[in-house]
């Protein structure tokens, strides 16, 4: 196709200013190594055995300007080939990030900070899901979330979140209980692809669907009782998973969000914030999500109630992040309260989160039996189809639920406009910490009945990681007759100006990932120094 000089001045102004970055145009020798490295990594290699090597995710560095062209996967293809050469065990690709996934010793570490194909080296860190117990005595439980945020109401005018599809990117979907019907459009295993498994033997997933879009006719109907589902399987059995992991569900659910229709992602799990979301993986991984038209939904975690407690990807100021609110069993939110262990801002970027609460405390939905939250939460257990569990992996997904009955009122509406209308609709907790409640508790009626917002776009600057994966893009759409504009100042850049929904989303070359041939499963777990990283024990039972 050929190129024209007509394009548009805000595409000019990010395309200019991308440019202008110093990782883009400062030789390598300029910048010393450690500028490479996230603080995490930085820390570990500090007094590490030279034999144990560290999980990481490698982003391979921007062609050079006379050699523009190009995307993800080449980047993660020259990232790989610098770890290959420093001796390093690659694991697989995230293209999403132009990165590898390797097993690295400290060495090879410090040998790849100083290669100037290499743009940034972050650490592959644990991933749990964000659920947890509340040590009460067995059911039955009421079960009153659904009235609590208005979303019978909604039904009852026919909001059932009817024609929308809502990713969970969790431990599987199992619908064994006939709870989804034939709701579930697709599965993928991102696990063990080589091994892929149908169900959900950690029962999260299942139960966090369930919160979601179980049917009306199923005792503990979702919130978007019509919506479709589709189960992305991130979460190993236990919960657990990696960063590099999660990233790859989100490039699957890109890669397939036209075909399969999907506009929500719900990711009830977290990582701890070691630092900004600009230098974080996942949260670069999501902006992507939402900058593609995703409205991406994620727990703040259940480590509070200290403050900046907030996990990752909840600290990216884009995504919707959840909180939690009690019930207390009852449908009025008069007596609502928050419970102790949501999860607390400020975000190391000093930013207000969670945006809102919404209910998370002894919340029923599907139970799998056998799973291993079956299985160690016997007095959860509430019927032979429900369980009862708590926390912001059940509240996030009741936000998410809210999300699918907007996007069914009003399917045009966009990220930022689909959050600030559930950001603007919540209600104040009363008596409750301003900083754990955000916005307040989540009122599906009101988002509903409010116009719609004028929201020009959220102005944080975005990840860093999100410049270095949508250079090639904009490079290619605007011409190489930019790449020496290099006097734009970075943060003069208004980034509530520029038109997202215009990048040409569908030039990135997904269709050439063999996902059945990633091999996730070959991380070396039992060199990793888990007594060093900071994250989340979760309490099963």
Request: aromatic share 4%; proline share 7%.
């Amino acid at each position: 196709m050929q190129r024209t000089r007509a394009t548009k001045p805000l595409f000019i102004l990010l395309a200019a200013a991308l440019l202008a970055m110093p990782w883009l145009v400062v030789p390598a020798s300029a910048a010393p190594a450690p500028a490479r490295l996230d603080d995490d990594v930085s820390q570990l290699l500090q007094g590490r055995p030279e034999s144990q090597a560290i999980p990481a995710i490698v982003e391979g560095a921007a062609a050079s300007s006379a050699q523009a062209q190009g995307d993800g996967a080449e980047r993660a293809q020259r990232a790989e080939s610098r770890v290959r050469v420093s001796g390093g065990h690659v694991v697989g690709n995230a293209n999403l990030l132009g990165a590898t996934v390797a097993d690295l010793t400290p060495a090879q570490i410090r040998a790849l900070a100083a290669d100037p194909a290499v743009a940034r080296i972050h650490l592959d860190a644990p991933v749990k899901a964000t659920a947890t117990t509340d040590n009460s005595t067995s059911g039955p439980t009421p079960i009153v979330f659904q009235q609590t945020v208005g979303a019978t109401s909604a039904w009852n005018a026919g909001d059932t979140g009817q024609g929308v599809t809502v990713a969970i990117l969790d431990s599987g979907i199992d619908n064994s209980s006939g709870a989804f019907g034939g709701r579930v459009k697709a599965r993928v295993d991102l696990v063990d692809p080589a091994h892929p498994i149908e169900g959900d033997p950690a029962g999260h997933g299942t139960h966090i669907a369930g919160i979601v879009a179980a049917s009306r006719t199923f005792t503990s109907p979702g919130i978007a009782p019509d919506a479709s589902l589709v189960s992305v399987r991130v979460l190993d059995q236990n919960g657990s998973s990696r960063v590099s992991t999660v990233v790859l569900g989100l490039e699957w659910v890109i890669a397939h969000k036209a075909s399969l229709g999907i506009r929500v992602v719900v990711m009830a799990l977290g990582a701890p914030a070691a630092g900004s979301y600009r230098e974080d993986p996942l949260a670069a991984a999501v902006e992507l999500a939402w900058r593609s038209g995703l409205v991406v939904v994620t727990a703040a975690g259940n480590q509070g109630p200290g403050a900046g407690t907030v996990e990752t990807p909840g600290i990216d100021p884009l995504v919707l992040t959840v909180g939690a609110s009690d019930d207390n069993g009852t449908p009025t939110p008069a007596d609502d309260v928050l419970p102790i262990w949501s999860s607390v801002g400020p975000t190391p970027d000093g930013l207000a989160k969670p945006d809102l609460v919404a209910p998370g405390r002894k919340i029923v939905s599907v139970r799998v039996q056998g799973s291993t939250l079956d299985v160690q939460s016997p007095t959860h257990v509430e019927g032979p189809t429900t369980i009862r569990f708590s926390g912001t992996s059940q509240a996030t997904a009741v936000a998410g639920g809210a999300a699918a009955l907007l996007l069914q009122q009003r399917p045009d509406l966009n990220p930022d406009e689909t959050k600030a209308l559930l950001v603007q609709g919540a209600r104040p907790v009363a008596g409750a910490n301003a900083a754990a409640q955000g916005a307040g508790l989540l009122d599906v009626r009101r988002s509903l009945a409010a116009p719609r917002p004028h929201v020009r776009g959220q102005h944080l600057p975005p990840a860093n990681g999100l410049i270095r994966a949508l250079r090639p893009l904009l490079t290619d759409q605007l011409g190489d007759d930019l790449l020496d504009a290099d006097q734009v100042r970075w943060d003069q850049v208004r980034w509530d100006q520029i038109r997202w929904d215009q990048i040409r989303w569908d030039q990135i070359r997904w269709d050439q990932i063999r996902w059945d041939q990633i091999r996730w499963d070959q991380i070396r777990w039992d060199q990793v120094r888990w007594d060093q990283i900071r994250w989340d024990a979760i309490i099963w039972d």
